[in-house]
């Protein structure tokens, strides 16, 4: 189920705006098998118009798939990709989890939070810059790891880190350590990952020297990886009546798949009682 243009202007939207959001939204929809699996895409869209997550992007949300807009309230809340208020023009993320904490990580933010005057999940008064704590990057080869708008900027310290917030201030363009060859806003990076391509993924160093350190050593080494083991060749077990495949070989009892019953080997597995707790009697 799906609204109509003229049902999703009681947003607030605009009608170009609606009409936009709707031709996005249906292309987005036509991705999945059940319409309701497009919803987390759908609201990047939202976001990407906004700015963040608002009531007119929840209500079109809702709309569009014929649910509730308590039931996208529940997935937008939930995930913290997804803003509940405005967001500034750049999120500024410091990962703060183990490695890049040791590293740094800890020290950047606090710099990061002194020199901007916002916390965690804060937005700067000229609306620049949204500060963030966050979850490890998977980018644990250069830590401390600073991202904007999900951009790398690799092994930064303190002082990099401000630099680099008064640039994104200034407007100045800036140049992330990998990946793309530039910085886009909030908005455009959330219509990125509606699953509308910007024709950037391929700009940039993808893997850097730390990344391919170990591949190289094994080069020079010439190590392999271990071959896989044999695979079971099929066995025939009277196969169907009706003539179909034969089964496969079962995995010998007590082994790992096995479905057979494993005889007992060890006093454990013969022990009454274990189960109980104390004071009670083993049965």
């Given at each position: 189920?799906?609204a109509d243009p003229q049902a999703a202007t009681k947003t607030g939207y605009d009608a170009d705006?609606?009409?936009?959001?709707?031709?996005?939204?249906?292309?987005?929809?036509?991705?999945?098998?059940?319409?309701?699996?497009?919803?987390?895409?759908?609201?990047?869209?939202?976001?990407?118009?906004?700015?963040?997550?608002?009531?007119?992007?929840?209500?079109?949300?809702?709309?569009?798939?014929?649910?509730?807009?308590?039931?996208?309230?529940?997935?937008?809340?939930?995930?913290?990709?997804?803003?509940?208020?405005?967001?500034?023009?750049?999120?500024?993320?410091?990962?703060?989890?183990?490695?890049?904490?040791?590293?740094?990580?800890?020290?950047?933010?606090?710099?990061?939070?002194?020199?901007?005057?916002?916390?965690?999940?804060?937005?700067?008064?000229?609306?620049?810059?949204?500060?963030?704590?966050?979850?490890?990057?998977?980018?644990?080869?250069?830590?401390?790891?600073?991202?904007?708008?999900?951009?790398?900027?690799?092994?930064?310290?303190?002082?990099?880190?401000?630099?680099?917030?008064?640039?994104l201030r200034l407007g100045e363009d800036v140049?992330?350590?990998?990946?793309?060859?530039?910085?886009?806003?909030?908005?455009?990076?959330?219509?990125?990952?509606?699953?509308?391509?910007?024709?950037?993924?391929?700009?940039?160093?993808?893997?850097?020297?730390?990344?391919?350190?170990?591949?190289?050593?094994?080069?020079?080494?010439?190590?392999?990886?271990?071959?896989?083991?044999?695979?079971?060749?099929?066995?025939?077990?009277?196969?169907?009546?009706?003539?179909?495949?034969?089964?496969?070989?079962?995995?010998?009892?007590?082994?790992?798949?096995?479905?057979?019953?494993?005889?007992?080997?060890?006093?454990?597995?013969?022990?009454?009682?274990?189960?109980?707790?104390?004071?009670?009697?083993?049965?």
């Amino acid at each position: 189920m799906t609204a109509d243009p003229q049902a999703a202007t009681k947003t607030g939207y605009d009608a170009d705006t609606v009409a936009s959001l709707t031709a996005d939204a249906t292309a987005i929809m036509a991705r999945y098998p059940d319409p309701r699996s497009g919803l987390l895409p759908m609201l990047h869209l939202v976001q990407s118009v906004d700015g963040y997550v608002s009531r007119d992007g929840i209500l079109f949300c809702a709309e569009m798939l014929g649910i509730t807009a308590a039931e996208v309230s529940a997935v937008a809340t939930f995930y913290t990709q997804y803003k509940r208020h405005p967001n500034g023009t750049y999120t500024v993320g410091v990962c703060t989890n183990t490695l890049c904490a040791v590293m740094g990580g800890d020290a950047i933010f606090d710099e990061l939070s002194d020199h901007l005057g916002v916390g965690h999940d804060e937005t700067t008064d000229d609306g620049a810059i949204t500060l963030e704590r966050i979850e490890c990057n998977a980018a644990c080869d250069y830590a401390p790891v600073v991202m904007v708008n999900w951009e790398f900027f690799d092994n930064q310290t303190p002082e990099t880190a401000t630099a680099l917030a008064d640039q994104l201030r200034l407007g100045e363009d800036v140049v992330p350590t990998r990946g793309a060859a530039s910085v886009c806003s909030f908005k455009q990076m959330s219509r990125v990952l509606a699953g509308f391509p910007d024709g950037r993924a391929d700009e940039g160093t993808g893997a850097g020297e730390p990344t391919l350190a170990g591949l190289k050593i094994a080069r020079e080494r010439g190590w392999t990886a271990p071959e896989a083991p044999s695979r079971v060749e099929p066995v025939e077990t009277g196969g169907a009546p009706d003539g179909g495949a034969v089964g496969q070989a079962s995995p010998p009892v007590g082994t790992p798949g096995s479905s057979a019953e494993r005889k007992p080997a060890t006093s454990s597995d013969t022990e009454t009682g274990k189960d109980k707790k104390p004071g009670e009697d083993a049965k």
